[in-house]
């Protein structure tokens, strides 16, 4: 994870690379256990985040924060990530070469952590990981995947598939516009209690 931030740091290649350093922002490498069976993926760092270097710290990280405690899982026994990690400018969506750019850095953090459920977190994070792990005939639109799980596999450093369990979520921030989406989100974190 150290080799990952040091190159992240000297990212040079990347497009978003001279709005971080212009604004002294950092990259968000990723926070938590790194033995968490769960581990979450969200798009990429907004301003707090990119200010202080840590994901999901703002009001979107306070909800996600929320649906933990709902199913009794401290943010310390998970792992916390995005698909891009430097903050597009004006916080809009990542783009597609952005996304093929940063996402070696999590496939990379897949292989570190070894998870037993990636929980994707908004559409551009779902649709990634599903065709990154085989999963591109059940990709669908996320009003109609939410909360669902699909089995899958992961190679491991030695050659090995291993089992993995892909749920796709909404993102948190979704449930910050429109405050009924807060009980969907809670119905559907229930499915990775059996993970927890
Ligand atoms: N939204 C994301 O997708 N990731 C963060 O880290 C913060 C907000």
New binding site residues.
């Given amino acids: 994870m150290k080799a990952i931030r040091d190159e992240l740091l000297v990212f040079e290649q990347s497009p978003l690379y001279e709005y971080r350093t212009a604004n002294k922002y950092f990259p968000?490498v990723g926070e938590g256990s790194h033995d968490a069976a769960i581990m979450f993926v969200?798009?990429?760092?907004?301003l707090n985040?990119a200010k202080t270097g840590k994901?999901?710290c703002?009001a979107?990280?306070k909800f996600l924060t929320e649906l933990f405690e709902s199913i009794g899982v401290k943010r310390e026994q998970v792992y916390v990530t995005?698909i891009v990690k430097d903050r597009p400018p004006e916080n809009r969506d990542p783009t597609p070469e952005e996304i093929a750019l940063y996402s070696p850095f999590l496939d990379r953090q897949v292989k570190i952590i070894q998870p037993k459920v990636i929980a994707t977190?908004?559409r551009h994070s779902m649709g990634y990981v599903m065709r990154r792990y085989d999963l591109d005939l059940e990709l669908d639109a996320i009003s109609k995947i939410h909360g669902k799980s699909f089995e899958t596999a992961f190679i491991d450093d030695d050659n090995k598939p291993q089992p993995l369990t892909i749920v796709t979520l909404y993102?948190p921030?979704s449930a910050l516009y429109n405050g009924g989406m807060r009980e969907t989100h809670k119905k559907d974190f229930e499915i990775l209690r059996k993970y927890a």
């Fill in positions: 968000v969200g798009e990429a760092p907004g985040e994901p999901f703002g979107a990280g995005n977190l908004g993102h921030a």
